[in-house]
């Protein structure tokens, strides 16, 4: 775990069961795990009996940070939202133990994180990007009773049909040359050789991860990617970006959707790295679901096709808030 003088949760360290008003908003939650009693920081934003969006980071090993841009949307739309860095992300603990990396011990965190946030069925929204959304999806096949809503943004559910998607769609669009100089780090297991981002990057990143220039992305972006943890990214996902082998390589759970009953919206975008038009048919596989597609948007469309992705957020929201879904 790192230590207490290098962590960005020194600051926070006297907030455990305090008001979060007295705290600027921020919490750390004892979460207990298999492996004994850990923290992890949330923090509160704005103030809504009704509607309260709990927001699941991507990774692996993400951070909330470059979700941020919930500030210039949510407040003006009177929606409550918790920032929250799951268990071995930059702000919460960082427990040196690989069995903790595990999907059903992730939803139990999740879980307590609601508990502990007094979030329930008449307010909760649980909102979930990438990974997150995964996460999301398995939260809600388990504790659906929780929620009043679900949004899953620029995640598939299956795993092994996003790699499909990679192989078929994505690549052959790739610089040949490019492609195989990176299947040759790949196979070389030389992840650390700066010329794998750099060509990953310049190949794919700015196709379909964010659309814009490196140089250009917004700094909550680019703190997220500073602050990754790959202890926890390549065992769960894999070291290579364009496939999976970690632990969700055969994460499947398209055959499970038709169990979710609450107001789910599903968000996709034309450059994802996702198949659009599987997240889609999500919508339609859920009871009752929506489709919001961001035609100029990549898997972070909450940045390059904002304006159409937060407004039709912030309406799913209202929406359900108000009884019209």
């Known amino acids: ?178 492609l195989a100089e990176i299947k040759a780090i790949e196979a070389a297991g030389d992840y650390e050789n700066p010329r794998y981002m750099e060509l990953l990057i310049q190949q794919h990143y700015i196709y379909h991860v964010l659309r814009m220039p490196p140089e250009e992305w917004p700094e909550p972006v680019t703190r997220m990617f500073k602050h990754l943890n790959a202890a926890i990214y390549v065992p769960m996902q894999g070291p290579s970006e364009l496939g999976a082998s970690g632990k969700l390589e055969k994460w499947d759970r398209t055959a499970d959707l038709s169990q979710i009953t609450v107001p789910t919206l599903v968000i996709g975008a034309r450059y994802d790295t996702m198949d659009p038009q599987h997240m889609e048919w999500m919508a339609g596989a859920v009871q009752h679901g929506r489709y919001l597609y961001c035609p100029n948007g990549s898997h972070c469309a909450l940045y390059d096709d904002q304006p159409t992705y937060f407004r039709g957020l912030v309406q799913f929201i209202h929406d359900v808030d108000a009884g019209r879904f």
Request: glycine residues 8%; aromatic residues 12%.
């Open 1 to 178: 775990m790192s230590s207490s003088d290098s962590h960005p949760t020194a600051a926070y360290l006297d907030y455990s069961g305090r008001d979060d008003a007295l705290s600027g908003g921020v919490r750390m939650i004892p979460i207990e795990t298999p492996r004994g009693t850990f923290r992890v920081w949330t923090k509160r934003v704005g103030n809504s009996p009704t509607m309260k969006v709990l927001l699941l980071h991507g990774g692996p090993g993400g951070t909330h940070e470059y979700l941020e841009a919930c500030d210039s949307f949510f407040p003006a739309a009177g929606i409550e939202y918790y920032y929250y860095d799951q268990l071995g992300s930059y702000y919460s603990d960082q427990p040196d133990d690989p069995d903790l990396w595990d999907v059903p011990r992730f939803v139990d965190e999740v879980e307590q994180v609601r508990r502990a946030l007094g979030l329930d069925a008449s307010n909760f929204y649980l909102y979930g990007q990438s990974w997150g959304g995964a996460l999301a999806i398995e939260y809600a096949l388990k504790h659906q009773q929780n929620l009043k809503g679900l949004i899953i943004s620029n995640m598939m559910a299956s795993i092994p049909q996003y790699v499909a998607y990679a192989q078929n769609v994505l690549m052959p669009q790739m610089d040949q040359a490019a």
